[in-house]
């Protein structure tokens, strides 16, 4: 399976502090993607990755991709309380997207 | 752009009855996908189409799941008969770009069978 599997499954850190997501993978993949989930909502796009690129920047986001290694990292930095959401790593091959269970993190004020 | 529109929100049902899914995607999107999310399997891909052509169920559990994209506007899944093992929540999805591109997910359809 191409399935992602992101670590931790839980995250709590305080306002402020930085959050640090890891997504690990079977095989070889096109590109690697991170989404969003609030609470009773559907998936929001966050940001993607090619396999021929190592880092890529979207604000406080920092997505990091280790094709040696078949892994990703998500760094959301000065986190804040409205982050608090379920983060999932999306991985393709041949097929469309196929998602890991995510990481729900929390935020606290 | 109003989105990935799906209804209706939240279902309740009784087992055996049938149910229907309703999806919306954005307009000018080749692809519309239908997933279910539960807790125990996470987010998995049912059935995805190109054009209003199925090109992959394989995702579809059974044959009691069935699903169906008649224009470019419209698309629904279909449980017939639903079961309590089926409750979930389902969402769709779509992309202007194909199956490895960004998607645009729909607000998602909370299904409880009783």
């Known amino acids: 399976s191409q399935q992602g599997e992101e670590d931790p499954q839980a995250l709590s850190i305080q306002e402020g502090e930085n959050a640090t997501m890891n997504c690990s993978y079977k095989t070889s993949i096109n590109n690697l993607q991170w989404y969003r989930q609030n609470s009773g909502r559907g998936l929001v796009h966050l940001i993607l990755i090619r396999s021929n690129e190592r880092e890529k920047h979207s604000g406080r986001l920092r997505v990091t991709l280790d094709t040696s290694k078949k892994s990703s990292s998500l760094l959301i930095t000065a986190s804040r309380a409205a982050d608090t959401a379920s983060y999932f790593c999306a991985t393709d091959g041949n097929t469309p997207l196929v998602f890991g269970k995510g990481t729900r993190l929390s935020v606290i004020a | 752009d109003a989105g990935v529109i799906q209804s209706p929100r939240h279902e309740v049902t009784e087992m055996g009855q049938e149910v229907t899914l309703r999806c919306k995607p954005i307009?000018?999107?080749?692809?519309l996908f239908w997933y279910r999310q539960t807790m125990m399997r996470g987010l998995e891909l049912l059935i995805y189409f190109n054009n209003n052509v199925p090109i992959d169920d394989s995702g579809m559990p059974e044959d009691r799941f069935s699903a169906k994209m008649p224009n470019a506007s419209f698309s629904t899944l279909k449980i017939q008969p639903s079961e309590p093992r089926d409750s979930a929540v389902y969402f769709c999805?779509?992309?202007?770009?194909?199956?490895?591109?960004?998607?645009?997910f729909g607000s998602g359809t909370q299904l409880s069978v009783l």
């Open positions: 307009s000018g999107h080749d692809y």
């Open positions: 999805a779509s992309s202007p770009k194909g199956g490895s591109e960004k998607l645009f």
